[in-house]
């Protein structure tokens, strides 16, 4: 079982996570849904042990064993979409850029640099870039920004299909519908609606 149990974490005088728990559904895709600002980004930077919480434990996984897709693409100009994908593919797994292609849709996009994609191409590629990182748990925040709804919608069938859960945020009503399970949230501090 993957969660986390009473995380604590406060910036200043602002409490954004307080005694906070939730357990992960071992497969398929969460999405979390709630206002700006109530805290979803927070708790998956817990969960990917970029912030470190004050008090609290993370349950079922070590951050090492989690792979994050930020808000911002972080797409490197210089290199390919297929280098994007190798750069972080484990050597024995080069094999996997044409799923990865094909699951975010960007067959035939192998040797385009990041200046010649769309932006809803370039959150494509970061996602890809996201999965090829061996995890056992995704977190993806806002995977879909830019991307059109039916190309979202059928992305989002394939991730229900990894081998490790996928915990993503999301304010897209047709995503929330479309994943495994919702959470709603509200906040700060950060709660279960």
């Known amino acids: 079982?993957?969660?986390?149990?009473?995380?604590?974490?406060?910036?200043?005088?602002?409490?954004?996570?307080?005694?906070?728990?939730?357990?992960?559904?071992?497969r398929g895709v969460t999405a979390l849904s709630g206002p700006s600002g109530c805290g979803k980004t927070t708790l998956l930077r817990v969960l990917a042990g970029?912030?470190?919480?004050?008090?609290?434990?993370?349950?079922?996984?070590?951050?090492w064993e989690t792979a994050i897709l930020?808000?911002?693409?972080?797409l490197l100009p210089w290199r390919t979409v297929e280098q994007h994908l190798t750069d972080v593919l484990p050597r024995e797994q080069r094999g996997r850029v044409p799923e990865l292609l094909a699951l975010t849709e960007l067959e035939g996009e192998e040797h385009t640099r990041p200046a010649a994609l769309s932006g809803g191409m370039g959150r494509r590629l970061a996602l890809a870039r996201c999965l090829a990182l061996p995890a056992r748990l995704y977190l993806l925040d806002e995977p879909f920004a830019g991307v059109d709804l039916s190309?979202?919608?059928?992305?989002l069938e394939g991730l229900k299909s990894l081998?490790?859960?996928?915990?993503?945020?999301?304010?897209?009503?047709?995503?929330?519908?479309?994943?495994?399970?919702?959470?709603?949230?509200d906040g700060p501090p950060l709660r279960v609606r």
Do not use: W, Y
């Open 70 to 74: 930020f808000q911002d693409d972080r």
């Open 163 to 185: 081998p490790a859960p996928v915990l993503l945020v999301s304010h897209e009503p047709a995503v929330l519908t479309a994943a495994n399970a919702v959470i709603q949230l």
């Open 1 to 26: 079982m993957i969660g986390c149990k009473d995380l604590t974490l406060s910036f200043g005088d602002r409490a954004v996570l307080d005694r906070f728990s939730l357990t992960i559904p071992d």
């Open 151 to 155: 190309r979202a919608l059928r992305i």
């Open 50 to 63: 970029l912030e470190r919480p004050q008090s609290g434990a993370i349950e079922g996984i070590t951050p």
